[in-house]
């Protein structure tokens, strides 16, 4: 299998949702049924059960160090620039953010590490780092906007868990994972058929994001709102700080840690990861920078293989 056969199936799907849209056959909601479908059921019981059966032991290493530094330098970067430099609102920055460091590591992820490292023992770091750490920050935050007063609430932070399926699944995952528990075959076997579902619903609901968002050929396009627009020099800079900066630094960080050749070359195939589309569903589920989301997701798709290529052909 080559490494461009692994980019294939997140083209394919997306395209296969837009055609849908275009040709009117799943209907004016389709994007925000099945972005709620993926946010509240399918990446819920596919978090769960990938979590669950991953060794805690994993959570640890200079490796994940030298990631874990080049994601919050991107994401950080990205969340206090997209005010400065393109004037988001501040319930937009934190997809702003993501959109630039938050990296594909399930569907993408996978092939790639199989394909390119051998082996999918970091990427198992990379997910534990993204739904314990990353996640929950940028779901504070966006739950925070959502607040009519813009507050931040004990009470409600400590409630996000029951309230947010994502962060609630991903406990309960490691939960079963510390305490050696497995679900039964019984509550396993639909939730895998579920979980199953999660990449493919994502993948067609960013899709039909397109079609809608896309000026129509037969009416001029009304002037967007400020907070709307994903202009190319902004689509620039996300894929600037996603594909060049993050591996960058991830290269950098891995130096100084000292990492081994092959601990080097996953952090930074890793950290050349796209955006991932987790970014568009959390941005649909909250209603903020939707058009930001979905394009930053199938840009950097596009133009990512040239540089997990790179990182493989120099470090491997």
């Given at each position: 299998m080559s490494l461009a056969s692994a980019f294939v199936p997140i083209w394919i799907l997306t395209a296969v949702g837009y055609?849908?849209?275009?040709?009117?056959?799943?209907?004016?909601?389709?994007?925000?049924?099945?972005?709620?479908?993926?946010?509240?059921?399918?990446?819920?019981?596919?978090?769960?059960?990938?979590?669950?059966?991953?060794?805690?032991?994993?959570?640890?290493?200079?490796?994940?160090?030298?990631?874990?530094?080049?994601?919050?330098?991107?994401?950080g970067f990205g969340w206090a620039g997209a005010s400065r430099l393109f004037g988001r609102e501040p319930g937009e920055r934190p997809i702003w953010g993501m959109a630039a460091g938050y990296v594909n590591s399930a569907n993408l992820g996978i092939p790639i590490a199989t394909q390119?490292?051998?082996?999918?023992?970091?990427?198992?770091?990379?997910?534990?780092?993204?739904?314990?750490?990353?996640?929950?920050?940028?779901?504070?935050?966006?739950?925070?906007?959502?607040?009519?007063?813009?507050?931040?609430?004990?009470?409600?932070?400590?409630s996000l868990p029951v309230r947010n399926p994502?962060?609630?699944?991903?406990?309960?995952?490691?939960?079963?994972?510390?305490?050696?528990?497995?679900p039964p075959s019984a509550v396993a076997a639909p939730l895998t058929l579920l979980a199953g579902a999660a990449v493919p619903a994502a993948l067609v609901a960013l899709g039909a994001s397109l079609h809608h968002t896309a000026p129509s050929r037969a009416e001029p396009?009304?002037?967007?709102?400020?907070?709307?627009?994903?202009?190319p020099a902004e689509l620039a800079a996300i894929s600037a700080l996603k594909l060049v900066a993050q591996p960058v630094i991830a290269y950098a960080a891995g130096l100084a840690l000292h990492l081994s050749a092959p601990q080097l070359l996953a952090v930074v195939v890793c950290a050349g990861l796209p955006t991932a589309q987790n970014t568009f569903i959390y941005a649909q589920e909250y209603g903020v920078a939707e058009a930001v989301a979905n394009r930053a997701v199938v840009v950097t798709t596009t133009l990512s293989l040239a540089t997990v290529a790179a990182a493989a052909t120099l470090l491997g």
């Open positions: 055609a849908a849209c275009r040709w009117g056959l799943l209907g004016e909601a389709a994007a925000s049924v099945l972005g709620r479908f993926v946010f509240h059921l399918a990446m819920p019981a596919a978090l769960f059960l990938a979590l669950s059966r991953m060794p805690l032991s994993a959570f640890a290493g200079r490796s994940l160090l030298a990631f874990g530094v080049s994601t919050a330098a991107v994401v390119v490292l051998g082996s999918v023992s970091f990427l198992a770091e990379v997910v534990l780092l993204h739904v314990l750490v990353v996640t929950p920050v940028i779901l504070v935050a966006l739950d925070r906007h959502r607040d009519p007063h813009g507050r931040v609430r004990v009470r409600r932070i400590a994502v962060i609630l699944a991903s406990l309960l995952g490691v939960a079963c994972s510390a305490a050696g528990l497995q396009a009304e002037p967007a709102e400020p907070a709307e627009p994903a202009g």
